[in-house]
């Protein structure tokens, strides 16, 4: 016995091992019992059987029967409490088992619906961003009467400058002073 009760005791050497079953490999097999005794085909094989047990032990000859009538066939009452008290783990095996599946099944889905909420709410970020930045984009019409009016303004310039110039009266030297008074002037 150990000293301390928080240090586990020695495990025993065994001259003969104890055999390791895969829960993987037996729940499958359980699974697959269980699918079976829930088939129409199940229940076509369990009747003609019992029929046949019936039949047999009632018509067959009298030293070749093995379950007596008169006792309520005592044997066949016993072979299908046996099969009955086997077949009931075996399905609620196969219940856990896809109780699991579908626990495991059920995250996986709850995940992708995050993921899915996590890229719907980043699109539509997106989309208000779009939406912002269009709005300070110009259009084509403000672009359009924006160069209206710049062309509107050069158009009264060049008049104004036109006018201007037809006051005071051109030399033949004066045009590149005059030139250069508009340079720098503007």
Known sequence: MADRLD???????????????????????????????????????????????IAWNIWAPEGMRFDQAANGFTALTLMLSLQASYAAPLILLAQNRQTDRDRVQAEQDRQRS???LADTEFLAREMAALRIALSEVATRDFVRSELRNMLEDLTAERDGDKEHD?????????????????????
């Open 166 to 186: 037809g006051d005071r009266p051109e030399k033949k030297g004066d045009r590149s002073r005059g030139g250069g008074d508009r340079q720098a002037r503007g």
């Open 7 to 53: 240090t586990p005791l020695e495990t025993r050497r065994r001259f003969i091992r104890r055999p390791q079953l895969d829960e993987d490999a037996s729940g499958k097999i359980s699974e697959s019992i269980a699918r079976f005794l829930g088939t129409p085909r199940f229940i076509i094989y369990l009747t003609l059987f019992c029929l046949v047990w």
């Open 114 to 116: 995050e993921r899915n």
